[in-house]
Protein backbone atom coordinates (compact mmCIF):
# COMPACT_ATOMS: atom_id res chain seq x y z
CA UNK A 1 0.00 0.00 0.00
CA UNK A 2 1.31 3.47 -0.69
CA UNK A 3 2.44 5.85 -3.58
CA UNK A 4 4.37 3.62 -5.72
CA UNK A 5 2.53 0.04 -4.84
CA UNK A 6 -0.95 -0.92 -4.76
CA UNK A 7 -3.87 1.49 -3.80
CA UNK A 8 -3.17 4.89 -2.47
CA UNK A 9 -4.71 7.29 -0.03
CA UNK A 10 -3.68 10.92 -0.99
CA UNK A 11 -4.60 14.11 0.88
CA UNK A 12 -3.44 17.31 -0.63
CA UNK A 13 -1.54 20.63 0.93
CA UNK A 14 -0.56 23.19 -0.35
CA UNK A 15 3.47 24.42 0.55
CA UNK A 16 4.27 27.69 1.22
CA UNK A 17 6.92 29.54 -0.77
CA UNK A 18 7.91 28.82 -4.27
CA UNK A 19 8.44 26.13 -5.05
CA UNK A 20 11.93 23.97 -5.15
CA UNK A 21 11.63 23.11 -8.90
CA UNK A 22 14.18 20.34 -8.32
CA UNK A 23 15.06 18.45 -5.36
CA UNK A 24 18.47 17.20 -4.18
CA UNK A 25 21.17 16.29 -1.46
CA UNK A 26 20.15 19.53 0.47
CA UNK A 27 16.51 18.22 0.59
CA UNK A 28 17.49 14.82 1.98
CA UNK A 29 19.72 16.49 4.62
CA UNK A 30 17.44 18.19 6.10
CA UNK A 31 15.36 14.58 5.98
CA UNK A 32 18.20 13.01 8.17
CA UNK A 33 18.81 15.88 10.58
CA UNK A 34 14.94 14.90 11.60
CA UNK A 35 14.68 11.52 10.95
CA UNK A 36 13.24 9.34 13.53
CA UNK A 37 15.33 8.55 16.50
CA UNK A 38 17.90 11.33 15.40
CA UNK A 39 16.67 13.87 17.48
CA UNK A 40 13.92 14.02 19.71
CA UNK A 41 10.63 15.69 18.70
CA UNK A 42 7.98 14.32 21.37
CA UNK A 43 4.76 16.05 22.07
CA UNK A 44 2.99 16.27 25.64
CA UNK A 45 0.97 12.93 25.29
CA UNK A 46 4.67 11.24 24.72
CA UNK A 47 4.14 10.48 20.88
CA UNK A 48 7.35 10.88 19.24
CA UNK A 49 7.94 11.33 15.40
CA UNK A 50 10.32 11.78 12.87
CA UNK A 51 11.30 11.02 9.53
CA UNK A 52 11.74 7.74 7.39
CA UNK A 53 12.65 7.11 4.08
CA UNK A 54 9.96 5.04 3.30
CA UNK A 55 11.21 1.90 2.29
CA UNK A 56 9.75 0.39 5.68
CA UNK A 57 9.16 1.84 9.28
CA UNK A 58 13.28 1.19 10.24
CA UNK A 59 14.61 2.81 7.26
CA UNK A 60 16.51 6.18 8.04
CA UNK A 61 18.84 5.86 4.68
CA UNK A 62 17.84 8.67 2.57
CA UNK A 63 19.47 8.34 -1.08
CA UNK A 64 18.99 10.52 -4.52
CA UNK A 65 18.33 7.49 -6.21
CA UNK A 66 15.85 6.00 -3.81
CA UNK A 67 14.08 9.07 -2.32
CA UNK A 68 13.74 11.71 -5.95
CA UNK A 69 11.60 10.28 -8.68
CA UNK A 70 9.98 12.44 -11.25
CA UNK A 71 10.76 15.94 -9.97
CA UNK A 72 9.21 14.48 -6.44
CA UNK A 73 10.40 14.04 -2.84
CA UNK A 74 9.64 10.74 -1.51
CA UNK A 75 9.48 10.08 2.10
CA UNK A 76 7.53 9.03 5.32
CA UNK A 77 6.17 10.15 8.55
CA UNK A 78 6.72 7.35 11.59
CA UNK A 79 5.00 8.11 14.80
CA UNK A 80 5.94 5.99 17.88
CA UNK A 81 3.60 5.46 20.54
CA UNK A 82 3.04 3.67 23.79
CA UNK A 83 -0.35 1.17 23.59
CA UNK A 84 -0.48 -0.46 26.96
CA UNK A 85 -3.23 -2.66 26.76
CA UNK A 86 -5.75 -1.83 28.42
CA UNK A 87 -6.51 -5.32 29.84
CA UNK A 88 -3.16 -6.25 30.98
CA UNK A 89 -3.38 -3.05 33.34
CA UNK A 90 -6.88 -4.59 34.59
CA UNK A 91 -5.22 -7.45 35.20
CA UNK A 92 -2.06 -6.36 37.06
CA UNK A 93 -4.57 -3.84 39.34
CA UNK A 94 -6.72 -6.99 40.50
CA UNK A 95 -3.27 -8.62 41.34
CA UNK A 96 -2.00 -5.72 43.70
CA UNK A 97 -5.40 -5.09 44.68
CA UNK A 98 -6.18 -9.01 45.89
CA UNK A 99 -2.91 -8.58 48.02
CA UNK A 100 -3.29 -5.30 49.65
CA UNK A 101 -6.95 -6.70 50.83
CA UNK A 102 -6.28 -10.06 51.32
CA UNK A 103 -6.15 -9.12 55.80
CA UNK A 104 -9.01 -6.80 55.46
CA UNK A 105 -11.53 -7.66 58.09
CA UNK A 106 -14.48 -6.79 55.60
CA UNK A 107 -13.20 -8.21 52.78
CA UNK A 108 -13.47 -5.54 50.61
CA UNK A 109 -10.30 -3.18 49.75
CA UNK A 110 -10.74 0.35 50.73
CA UNK A 111 -10.56 3.27 48.61
CA UNK A 112 -6.46 4.20 49.51
CA UNK A 113 -5.78 0.49 48.89
CA UNK A 114 -7.81 0.74 45.22
CA UNK A 115 -5.85 4.05 44.60
CA UNK A 116 -2.44 2.39 45.87
CA UNK A 117 -3.36 -1.06 43.80
CA UNK A 118 -3.82 1.70 40.36
CA UNK A 119 -0.48 3.46 41.22
CA UNK A 120 1.41 -0.22 41.56
CA UNK A 121 0.15 -1.76 38.53
CA UNK A 122 0.70 1.78 36.35
CA UNK A 123 4.82 1.70 37.31
CA UNK A 124 4.80 -1.78 36.46
CA UNK A 125 3.24 -1.37 33.27
CA UNK A 126 5.52 2.10 33.02
CA UNK A 127 8.92 -0.52 33.87
CA UNK A 128 7.94 -3.28 31.33
CA UNK A 129 7.66 -0.27 29.15
CA UNK A 130 11.09 1.03 28.81
CA UNK A 131 12.36 -1.69 26.55
CA UNK A 132 9.61 -0.68 23.75
CA UNK A 133 7.61 -3.89 23.88
CA UNK A 134 4.38 -1.54 24.01
CA UNK A 135 5.77 1.17 21.15
CA UNK A 136 3.72 1.23 18.23
CA UNK A 137 5.17 2.15 15.42
CA UNK A 138 3.35 3.39 12.17
CA UNK A 139 4.95 5.15 9.29
CA UNK A 140 2.39 7.56 6.52
CA UNK A 141 3.98 7.94 3.28
CA UNK A 142 4.45 11.83 2.10
CA UNK A 143 5.18 12.66 -1.37
CA UNK A 144 6.46 16.76 -2.27
CA UNK A 145 5.27 17.42 -5.89
CA UNK A 146 7.99 19.73 -7.22
CA UNK A 147 6.11 20.77 -10.37
CA UNK A 148 2.73 21.84 -8.15
CA UNK A 149 4.81 22.37 -5.10
CA UNK A 150 1.66 20.12 -3.40
CA UNK A 151 2.37 17.72 -0.33
CA UNK A 152 0.31 14.55 -0.91
CA UNK A 153 -0.44 12.70 2.95
CA UNK A 154 -0.80 9.02 2.89
CA UNK A 155 -3.56 9.70 5.38
CA UNK A 156 -6.80 12.01 6.35
CA UNK A 157 -6.38 11.07 10.17
CA UNK A 158 -5.99 14.98 11.35
CA UNK A 159 -4.02 13.93 14.41
CA UNK A 160 -1.56 12.69 12.70
CA UNK A 161 -1.28 15.56 9.94
CA UNK A 162 -1.20 17.96 12.82
CA UNK A 163 1.84 16.45 13.74
CA UNK A 164 2.88 16.14 10.30
CA UNK A 165 2.34 19.92 9.89
CA UNK A 166 5.16 20.56 13.03
CA UNK A 167 7.58 18.70 11.89
CA UNK A 168 7.74 19.84 8.36
CA UNK A 169 7.88 23.68 9.42
CA UNK A 170 10.92 22.70 11.86
CA UNK A 171 12.46 20.64 9.10
CA UNK A 172 11.99 22.97 5.73
CA UNK A 173 11.19 25.83 7.08
CA UNK A 174 7.63 26.02 5.66
CA UNK A 175 4.16 25.52 6.31
CA UNK A 176 1.30 23.65 4.29
CA UNK A 177 -2.31 24.69 3.81
CA UNK A 178 -4.94 21.82 3.48
CA UNK A 179 -6.48 21.88 -0.08
CA UNK A 180 -10.02 21.67 1.37
CA UNK A 181 -13.50 21.44 -1.35
CA UNK A 182 -13.62 25.67 0.11
CA UNK A 183 -9.86 26.39 -0.90
CA UNK A 184 -9.76 24.27 -3.84
CA UNK A 185 -12.75 26.33 -5.17
CA UNK A 186 -10.96 29.46 -4.70
CA UNK A 187 -8.11 28.34 -6.44
CA UNK A 188 -9.68 27.20 -9.39
CA UNK A 189 -11.97 30.35 -9.70
CA UNK A 190 -8.96 32.27 -9.27
CA UNK A 191 -7.48 31.03 -12.56
CA UNK A 192 -10.85 32.56 -14.56
CA UNK A 193 -11.64 35.39 -12.53
CA UNK A 194 -14.77 34.01 -10.78
CA UNK A 195 -13.53 33.93 -7.01
CA UNK A 196 -16.53 36.48 -6.18
CA UNK A 197 -18.89 33.55 -7.02
CA UNK A 198 -16.99 31.54 -4.24
CA UNK A 199 -16.72 34.09 -1.88
CA UNK A 200 -20.83 34.90 -2.24
CA UNK A 201 -21.45 30.87 -2.20
CA UNK A 202 -23.96 29.88 0.69
CA UNK A 203 -25.66 26.21 1.15
CA UNK A 204 -28.16 25.49 -1.85
CA UNK A 205 -31.55 24.74 -1.31
CA UNK A 206 -32.02 21.23 -3.38
CA UNK A 207 -35.20 20.55 -1.43
CA UNK A 208 -37.81 22.90 -0.37
CA UNK A 209 -39.66 23.26 2.93
CA UNK A 210 -36.46 23.19 4.70
CA UNK A 211 -35.78 26.77 5.96
CA UNK A 212 -32.61 28.59 5.95
CA UNK A 213 -30.16 25.53 4.31
CA UNK A 214 -27.01 24.51 6.89
CA UNK A 215 -24.74 22.22 6.64
CA UNK A 216 -23.71 21.04 10.10
CA UNK A 217 -20.29 19.73 9.70
CA UNK A 218 -19.33 23.15 8.01
CA UNK A 219 -19.46 25.58 11.24
CA UNK A 220 -17.40 27.99 10.04
CA UNK A 221 -19.52 30.30 8.30
CA UNK A 222 -16.22 31.22 6.02
CA UNK A 223 -15.64 27.93 5.27
CA UNK A 224 -16.63 26.92 1.36
CA UNK A 225 -16.14 23.20 2.23
CA UNK A 226 -19.69 22.24 1.95
CA UNK A 227 -19.24 23.32 -2.28
CA UNK A 228 -17.80 19.57 -1.89
CA UNK A 229 -20.91 18.00 -1.04
CA UNK A 230 -22.57 20.57 -3.69
CA UNK A 231 -20.68 18.80 -6.23
CA UNK A 232 -20.82 15.19 -5.46
CA UNK A 233 -24.89 15.81 -5.62
CA UNK A 234 -24.35 17.89 -8.58
CA UNK A 235 -22.12 14.97 -10.26
CA UNK A 236 -25.15 12.58 -9.07
CA UNK A 237 -27.38 14.48 -11.17
CA UNK A 238 -25.30 14.86 -14.24
CA UNK A 239 -24.34 11.46 -14.58
CA UNK A 240 -28.24 10.14 -14.06
CA UNK A 241 -30.40 12.96 -15.86
CA UNK A 242 -27.80 13.81 -18.56
CA UNK A 243 -24.20 11.99 -19.60
CA UNK A 244 -21.83 10.10 -17.76
CA UNK A 245 -19.23 11.74 -19.79
CA UNK A 246 -18.20 15.23 -19.43
CA UNK A 247 -16.29 17.63 -21.47
CA UNK A 248 -13.66 19.51 -19.12
CA UNK A 249 -11.82 23.08 -19.54
CA UNK A 250 -9.18 21.10 -21.57
CA UNK A 251 -11.35 20.04 -24.56
CA UNK A 252 -10.91 16.17 -23.27
CA UNK A 253 -13.61 13.84 -21.88
CA UNK A 254 -13.60 12.10 -18.80
CA UNK A 255 -16.22 9.02 -18.41
CA UNK A 256 -17.47 9.05 -14.64
CA UNK A 257 -19.58 6.31 -12.45
CA UNK A 258 -20.56 6.53 -8.97
CA UNK A 259 -19.71 2.88 -7.63
CA UNK A 260 -19.11 1.09 -4.81
CA UNK A 261 -19.69 3.03 -1.56
CA UNK A 262 -22.03 6.57 -0.74
CA UNK A 263 -22.07 7.81 2.58
CA UNK A 264 -25.16 10.43 3.08
CA UNK A 265 -25.62 12.57 5.86
CA UNK A 266 -28.34 15.16 6.95
CA UNK A 267 -26.57 18.42 6.71
CA UNK A 268 -28.65 19.69 10.10
CA UNK A 269 -28.06 16.66 12.06
CA UNK A 270 -31.31 15.45 12.30
CA UNK A 271 -31.95 12.01 10.56
CA UNK A 272 -28.26 10.91 10.67
CA UNK A 273 -26.12 9.36 8.54
CA UNK A 274 -26.26 6.60 5.88
CA UNK A 275 -24.15 4.23 4.18
CA UNK A 276 -24.37 1.91 1.34
CA UNK A 277 -22.35 -0.26 -0.24
CA UNK A 278 -23.18 -1.41 -3.78
CA UNK A 279 -22.37 -2.02 -7.33
CA UNK A 280 -24.25 1.04 -8.54
CA UNK A 281 -25.43 2.31 -4.66
CA UNK A 282 -26.63 5.43 -6.58
CA UNK A 283 -28.95 3.54 -8.35
CA UNK A 284 -30.49 1.86 -5.29
CA UNK A 285 -34.15 3.25 -3.82
CA UNK A 286 -32.44 4.14 -0.41
CA UNK A 287 -29.80 6.36 -1.92
CA UNK A 288 -32.18 8.13 -3.69
CA UNK A 289 -35.06 8.65 -0.65
CA UNK A 290 -32.16 9.85 0.90
CA UNK A 291 -31.45 12.92 -1.10
CA UNK A 292 -34.93 13.74 -1.60
CA UNK A 293 -35.22 14.09 2.03
CA UNK A 294 -32.40 16.38 2.00
CA UNK A 295 -29.03 14.15 2.83
CA UNK A 296 -25.45 15.40 1.15
CA UNK A 297 -23.20 13.17 0.13
CA UNK A 298 -20.04 13.12 2.07
CA UNK A 299 -18.16 10.06 0.33
CA UNK A 300 -18.55 8.84 -2.64
CA UNK A 301 -16.50 6.03 -4.80
CA UNK A 302 -15.71 6.72 -8.48
CA UNK A 303 -14.72 5.44 -11.63
CA UNK A 304 -13.29 7.89 -13.74
CA UNK A 305 -11.30 7.35 -17.71
CA UNK A 306 -9.26 9.84 -18.87
CA UNK A 307 -7.19 9.61 -21.97
CA UNK A 308 -7.51 5.54 -21.93
CA UNK A 309 -6.41 5.42 -18.15
CA UNK A 310 -9.10 4.25 -15.18
CA UNK A 311 -8.91 4.95 -11.72
CA UNK A 312 -11.25 3.83 -9.10
CA UNK A 313 -11.30 5.93 -6.02
CA UNK A 314 -13.51 7.02 -2.95
CA UNK A 315 -13.48 10.62 -2.91
CA UNK A 316 -14.20 12.43 0.42
CA UNK A 317 -16.46 15.37 -0.18
CA UNK A 318 -15.39 18.49 2.23
CA UNK A 319 -12.06 17.44 2.05
CA UNK A 320 -11.39 16.24 -1.68
CA UNK A 321 -9.27 13.56 -0.43
CA UNK A 322 -8.57 10.41 -2.21
CA UNK A 323 -8.53 7.12 -0.94
CA UNK A 324 -8.52 3.49 -2.04
CA UNK A 325 -7.28 4.12 -5.21
CA UNK A 326 -6.78 1.89 -7.71
CA UNK A 327 -3.85 2.83 -10.78
CA UNK A 328 -3.71 1.60 -14.18
CA UNK A 329 -1.53 -1.47 -14.31
CA UNK A 330 1.81 -0.37 -15.48
CA UNK A 331 3.25 -2.04 -18.50
CA UNK A 332 6.37 -0.95 -17.72
CA UNK A 333 9.40 -3.82 -17.12
CA UNK A 334 12.24 -1.54 -15.49
CA UNK A 335 11.84 -0.86 -11.74
CA UNK A 336 12.49 2.95 -11.96
CA UNK A 337 10.16 3.41 -14.91
CA UNK A 338 7.48 1.82 -12.87
CA UNK A 339 7.96 4.10 -10.09
CA UNK A 340 8.19 7.21 -12.87
CA UNK A 341 5.16 6.34 -14.07
CA UNK A 342 3.33 6.15 -10.91
CA UNK A 343 4.28 9.79 -10.64
CA UNK A 344 3.16 10.44 -13.88
CA UNK A 345 -0.68 8.71 -13.24
CA UNK A 346 -1.12 10.68 -9.36
CA UNK A 347 -0.45 14.24 -11.47
CA UNK A 348 -2.74 12.70 -14.31
CA UNK A 349 -5.02 11.55 -11.89
CA UNK A 350 -4.91 14.80 -9.31
CA UNK A 351 -5.39 16.81 -12.70
CA UNK A 352 -8.59 14.86 -13.56
CA UNK A 353 -10.09 15.27 -10.24
CA UNK A 354 -9.11 19.20 -10.25
CA UNK A 355 -10.58 19.69 -14.24
CA UNK A 356 -13.97 17.50 -13.15
CA UNK A 357 -14.31 19.58 -10.18
CA UNK A 358 -13.94 23.02 -12.13
CA UNK A 359 -17.06 22.16 -14.01
CA UNK A 360 -18.99 22.28 -11.46
CA UNK A 361 -17.11 25.72 -10.05
CA UNK A 362 -17.70 27.23 -13.37
CA UNK A 363 -21.82 26.13 -13.10
CA UNK A 364 -21.91 26.97 -9.62
CA UNK A 365 -20.34 30.60 -9.68
CA UNK A 366 -21.87 31.78 -12.92
CA UNK A 367 -25.31 33.39 -13.23
CA UNK A 368 -26.75 30.01 -15.03
CA UNK A 369 -26.40 28.51 -11.22
CA UNK A 370 -30.00 28.93 -10.71
CA UNK A 371 -30.99 27.43 -13.49
CA UNK A 372 -28.92 24.29 -12.83
CA UNK A 373 -30.40 24.50 -9.38
CA UNK A 374 -34.21 24.57 -10.78
CA UNK A 375 -33.21 20.99 -13.02
CA UNK A 376 -31.60 19.55 -10.05
CA UNK A 377 -34.65 20.56 -7.96
CA UNK A 378 -36.93 18.42 -10.60
CA UNK A 379 -34.73 15.80 -11.01
CA UNK A 380 -34.88 15.20 -7.05
CA UNK A 381 -38.63 15.54 -7.34
CA UNK A 382 -38.33 12.71 -10.17
CA UNK A 383 -39.30 8.46 -9.45
CA UNK A 384 -35.78 8.23 -10.37
CA UNK A 385 -35.29 6.50 -13.58
CA UNK A 386 -31.95 7.26 -15.58
CA UNK A 387 -32.81 10.32 -18.25
CA UNK A 388 -29.26 11.04 -19.66
CA UNK A 389 -30.23 13.06 -22.84
CA UNK A 390 -26.67 14.65 -24.05
CA UNK A 391 -23.49 14.89 -22.73
CA UNK A 392 -22.47 17.85 -20.70
Known amino acids: MGFFSGRATCARYRVTGRSPRTFGPEQ????????????RHASGDGVEVGWTAADHILDTDF????????????FALRVDSQKVPADLLRAYTAVELRALSAENPSGHPSQRQRKEARASAAARLEAESADGRYLRRKAYEVLWDAQSNELLVGTTAVTIVDRLYTLFQVTFNRTIEPLHAGKQAFRLAELREQ??????????????????????????ETSRDFLGNEFLLWLWYVLDAESDIIRLSDDSEVSAMLARTLVLECPRGQTGRESITSAGPAQLPEARRAIQAGKLPRKAGLTLARHDHVYELTLQAETLALTSIK???????????????????????METVDLLYDVFGRHRTSASWTKDLAKIQKWLKEDGSPQRRASV
Not at 28 to 38: C, D, S, T, V, Y
Open 327 to 349: FPASEEDDDRARLEERVTQLRHL
Open 195 to 220: TRGVDDAAPAAFVGGEGKPIVAWCPD
Open 28 to 39: LEQLAKHAIGRQ
Open 63 to 74: DLAKNIVNDTLH
